[in-house]
């Protein structure tokens, strides 16, 4: 997803690209196990736009996930959607500054250098930002059993009733008014 800066018109210029499942393998080989793998098309739609020398990107992905809950360790798949924009600007000349106060804009905008700007890595970013931080098979998913490991979405455990641990004994009769 590379353009060149001089095929960028004033008016805009949109793309469609369409992306195997396993375009993401590469960035995320270090992680030995991942919670997630993408099951069908990475469909990205690109719309960019430029104000003298700043890019203006407007970026639609859409793909189906295939991930494991956070509860009871099941398999489940869920489509993924997300929208995202940002401002590219030309990477400044300035000397590094120890500490910078950001604000607003500076977290909304990004940097290019040269004459090509590679939007991969922003369209992956936006892939691995839409992934839920738990995953759950469903909102109300009932998890596993903490003594024998059965799920409890399937059947009810045979287990007795947790003991009551004797240090909390007192707590059980306390009345709030």
Known sequence: MKFQLEDIPEG?????????????DERLRAEEKRLFRIIGPIRVHLKLSRAGSMIHVKSRLETRVELLCA?????????????????????????LVEERELNREDL???FYEGEEINLT?????????????KALCR???????????????RDA??????????????????KVH
């Open 139 to 153: 909102e109300d998913c009932r998890g596993l059993c903490s003594r024998c490991g059965k799920n409890l979405n």
């Open 157 to 174: 455990c045979q287990c007795p009733p947790a003991l009551m641990d004797p240090r909390f004994q007192a707590l059980k009769d306390l």
């Open 12 to 24: 805009g210029l949109e793309a469609d690209f369409s992306e195997a499942e396993e375009w993401l």
């Open 71 to 95: 509860r009871c360790l099941e398999s489940f798949s869920v489509d993924l959607n997300s929208e995202f924009g940002t401002v590219l600007k030309p990477r400044p000349n300035l000397p």
């Open 121 to 133: 890595p922003f369209v992956q970013d936006q892939l691995l930002l839409t992934l839920p931080q």
């Open 108 to 110: 909304e905008s990004d």
